[in-house]
């Protein structure tokens, strides 16, 4: 179990930054000791923190592609021993670039950094990775009635070079909670789908579900947004604002 409360601020039609923080009320791990018994192969850890997250975001709309460029970075408020962070700051580059043809939209994400905790920071994961790393999204989104959406993007995260792993519980014979050295535990890729639906201007709702294929984890999540807009009406609206009423436009 997770919650991650966020904030976000939006500074002009361009440029916004946000930060949140997940909180582990309640977390089951694999205990990997040889000489746990069979009753003991989940331990129960509660009141945990994960690294505190920041991005600042800068987007650029054409017509008909648009840019958004992010800069990630965590700060060290998760216990490295728990596998929650990696004891330093870390942080990460991306640029998408999505275009859209009436509903449909179609979008890339390229970027690169030094941790697989400011990435697809969504997926729940029982690790932290030190290391240089790129990854990589691809997807579709389709705008539904209603102002709402639904979205597909595969992904993959690939290391770079040696990545020192920030484990849970260690490999079986060593002690828990101890670091490796590997060039491709940190490696990982899925699928990730998410639907947003807003109940009115300034509420709405969300869910995504992520299956990590290289290392069978499911995720699960639901979130609930709530705006509070500017009197500067549509000149703040976000990326998917823009993109919903563009297609409104085009279809209606």
């Known amino acids: 179990m997770v919650t991650t409360p966020a904030v976000s601020y939006t500074f002009s039609s361009h440029y916004s930054a946000d930060a949140s923080l997940s909180i582990y009320p309640y977390r089951l791990v694999q205990n990997l000791s040889p000489k746990a018994l069979p009753g003991q192969r989940l331990m129960a850890t509660e009141g945990e923190t994960g690294d505190t997250l920041i991005g600042v975001h800068a987007s650029f709309n054409p017509s008909k592609l648009w840019s958004a460029t992010t800069l990630s970075f965590t700060i060290p408020t998760g216990n490295r021993s728990d596998g929650l ?114 109940l009115n201007t300034c509420l709405s709702i969300s869910s995504y579900y992520n299956r990590s294929l290289r290392h069978h984890l499911d995720s699960v999540s639901i979130g609930v947004t709530y705006v509070l807009r500017s009197t500067q009406g549509r000149k703040r609206l976000s990326l998917i604002d823009k993109a919903l009423l563009e297609a409104e436009r085009a279809n209606p």
């Open 85 to 198: 962070g990696t004891g330093q700051v870390t942080f990460d580059f991306s640029d998408r670039l999505q275009g859209y043809f009436k509903r449909t939209g179609l979008l890339v994400d390229l970027g690169v950094g030094n941790s697989s905790g400011p990435f697809n920071s969504a997926v729940t994961r029982d690790y932290s990775s030190l290391g240089p790393l790129a990854h990589f999204q691809a997807g579709m989104v389709f705008f539904l009635p209603g102002r709402s959406y639904i979205q597909f993007v595969p992904y993959e995260q690939l290391p770079l070079g040696s990545q020192t792993i920030y484990d849970t519980v260690g490999p079986p014979g060593s002690a828990p909670n101890t670091s490796i050295s590997s060039n491709s535990s940190s490696e990982d890729n899925g699928v990730t789908t998410s639907l947003s639906v807003p």
